[in-house]
């Protein structure tokens, strides 16, 4: 993240997986309506574990341009003592992220071989801790959230909560259809959210009036919401 395409790649496949998610809860439900049971996940035929894997890979990719192909010499620590500076503390906090949700593609895949009936509360909850670690790093987020950008990232918070509170409704809740179809609803909308917010904090043209885009070592882009020197200065 922290650039246009990195906000519109990872955007884009939340948003499919949202609107996945949203046709199959609708088709089960008009399939079965009495006996309707929400999933976490859904197989296909061929390949039966395709929307795991796809978040496996997905993930990986993510992490492996935090970490190294979007770094300066492909270096994530400090070459002379090894410790992460602090200009790429948002590149591990993103990484941190993919990790939770390779973790549950992981158990998704792990739980449907052995037992995957008994274990349906289980990995809600492994999808809800993704959700929860997800809101908990973009919270405490170490890159400057201030202005506009501040406001986007706190907007983007409430929709990460509602997908981890449907998530544990889903728990306790699993045959009610309203639950799953707000929290496909909720991880679409995380999609478009990543999106706009890589074009209206990316494109010059899109900038905010009275906003500029400042660009931080590393290619960092942001977006402050704050007047040019220029702008604030009185003239004379």
Not at 27 to 51: A, G, M, N, Q, T
Not at 82 to 90: E, K, R, V
Not at 157 to 163: A, D, I, K
Not at 196 to 216: G, N, Q, R, Y
């Amino acid at each position: 993240m922290g650039t246009l395409v990195g906000h519109i790649i990872p955007g884009f496949f939340f948003f499919a997986l949202g609107l996945w998610h949203l046709f199959n809860h609708i088709k089960l439900f008009s399939l079965h309506p009495k006996s309707y049971i929400s999933c976490v996940w859904f197989p296909l035929s061929k390949p039966r574990y395709l929307e795991p894997l796809v978040i496996i890979i997905a993930s990986s990719l993510s992490i492996s341009v935090e970490l190294f192909l979007g770094q300066k010499n492909h270096q994530p620590f400090d070459p002379n003592d090894g410790t992460i500076p602090s200009n790429h503390l948002h590149n591990f906090e993103h990484s941190c992220i993919s990790i939770t949700f390779i973790t549950y593609a992981a158990f998704a895949i792990i739980f449907d071989k052995t037992r995957p009936v008994a274990h349906r509360e289980l990995i809600n909850l492994i999808a809800a801790l993704a959700f929860a670690q997800q809101l908990f790093l973009f919270h405490f987020h170490s890159s400057d959230h201030t202005g506009v950008e501040g406001h986007y990232h706190l907007l983007l918070q409430l929709v990460v909560f509602v997908s981890l509170v449907t998530t544990l409704l889903g728990i306790s809740l699993p045959s009610s259809f309203l639950v799953s179809f707000v929290r496909s609803l909720s991880i679409s909308f995380q999609g478009i959210w990543l999106m706009s917010m890589a074009c209206m904090l990316w494109t010059p043209s899109l900038v905010p009036k009275d906003c500029f885009l400042h660009i931080e070592e590393g290619s960092t882009v942001r977006q402050l919401n704050i007047l040019s020197f220029e702008q604030r200065s009185p003239k004379t």
